[in-house]
């Protein structure tokens, strides 16, 4: 499979085991479904409980999403990590480097390629930060990797941004060629025979055609030219193929008023927010994606949006567990942002340490029941398919 015109290529056989999971067995506190928000709108009340807002879909988009997270009580079980939260001695190792160009800052590793434009560190740590979230959302969407509806026998599936979907999606699809593209060769050892990599950069011209699902997930917002992006994914699919993106919108939220707006962790990621801005990024976009699936010429667009809390203050195991992933993948990434993100704001080290320890001390206050919305979107290329289209 080719994808653009400057590319390296990596490719290794097995399966890694840990980014799998299955969701818990609770019958205490199942993940609810999603509620078609043109049927249950929310109430004027839950809207004034918010102490943060942010843009969400237009009343044009078939739009979902999961009711307010119920708070645990006092009589409410303990929470435990028997559920294997400790990681598993079975995790494939990375793959060697193909391209090992690289900067080294503050004692963690940046990509170079593409002029290293990602502003927060990719390496080791970093990948077992995103296998820690792929194991969240397998257990937030019950063990779908997505929800486009592609067939039972799908040909090209291009997965932009990470591994731990494509070796997931190789084994459940063994019909289709599925290929991992990321700027650093960070992949799993060990995938099916399926599954290869490519070293790319998605924002270059895509050469492959006729592909069933482009699949991204935490890229948008680091991607500073969406429109482009989302081109290439229209031009890549076959007629009534599918794009997903799957993004966490950086903006911690709150229903029922515990999160005040001087908030250590709503004020670290306000701050983020506007470094991001440095980086011609954006930190709320994710939550804004419909005009541009519009604008590449997708049609038939759907949104579903869930609520991960943030830390373990929810109310049943799945939900308590859930939040701890979500809390662990925050106290790995905030020290990164006292990196590039704060310099680009001229924030000292000294002031940028403080507040990342602030934030520290706030994640573990279970009292103020923070969450993040976290967006599915997905949107069809007009015309007939050729495949039998079944549900996943």
């Keep these: 499979m080719v994808f653009s015109r400057s590319r390296e290529r990596t490719k290794s056989v097995g399966l890694a085991d ?15 479904a999603p509620i078609d928000l043109q049927e249950a709108p929310p109430s004027a009340e839950a809207a004034e409980a918010s102490s943060s807002s942010s ?28 559920s294997g939260l400790q990681g598993d001695d079975t995790t494939a190792s990375l793959a060697s480097s ?21 502003p ?34 799908p040909q090209k599936i291009l997965d932009i941004g990470t591994g731990t979907v494509s070796h997931l999606v190789g084994d459940r699809y063994p019909s289709a060629h ?36 482009a699949h991204f997930r935490f ?14 994914a229209y031009e890549s699919l076959r007629p009534g193929g599918w794009v997903e993106l799957q993004e966490l919108q950086g903006v911690p939220l709150c229903d029922d008023g515990t999160m005040s707006d001087e908030d250590p962790v709503k004020s670290l990621y306000d701050t983020a927010g506007a470094a991001y801005k440095k980086f011609g990024m954006s930190t709320t976009l994710p939550a804004e994606l419909e005009p541009y699936l519009r604008e590449a010429g997708f049609e038939n667009v759907h949104c579903r949006v869930m609520k991960v809390p943030i830390g373990t203050w929810a109310k049943g195991k799945i939900m308590r567990a859930i939040g701890l992933y979500q809390k662990m993948a925050i106290l790995d990434f905030i020290p990164t942002l006292a990196g590039r993100p704060f310099q680009a704001l001229q924030i000292s080290e000294a002031d940028a340490e ?39």
């Design 18 to 32: 840990f980014a799998d999971s299955k969701p818990l067995e609770d019958d205490d506190a199942k993940v609810e």
């Design 55 to 82: 843009p969400g879909p237009s009343a044009g988009v078939r739009a979902t999403q999961t009711p307010v997270i119920e708070p645990a009580t006092e009589s409410d079980d303990e929470f435990d990590l028997d």
């Design 98 to 118: 193909i391209y090992t160009s690289f900067a080294y800052e503050r004692g963690r590793r940046y990509q170079t390629f593409g002029d290293g434009r990602y």
């Design 120 to 153: 927060i560190p990719n390496d080791d740590l970093e990948q077992n930060r995103e296998d820690m979230k792929h194991a969240m959302l397998m257990m937030l969407t019950e063990g779908k990797p997505f929800f486009s509806p592609i067939g039972t026998h």
């Design 178 to 213: 599925v290929c991992g593209i990321d700027l650093t060769p960070i992949q799993p050892e060990w995938v099916p025979a399926n599954v290869s990599f490519l070293v790319d950069d998605c924002t270059l011209d895509w050469i492959e055609r006729d592909v069933d699902l």
């Design 219 to 232: 890229m948008v917002m680091i991607l500073k030219d969406i429109s482009t992006v989302l081109g290439h």
């Design 354 to 392: 403080i507040r990342v320890a602030l934030a520290r001390k706030g994640l573990e206050d279970t009292s103020t029941h923070r969450y993040f919305n976290y967006y599915f979107w997905y949107a069809q290329k007009p015309g007939s398919s050729r495949r039998e289209e079944h549900d996943i």
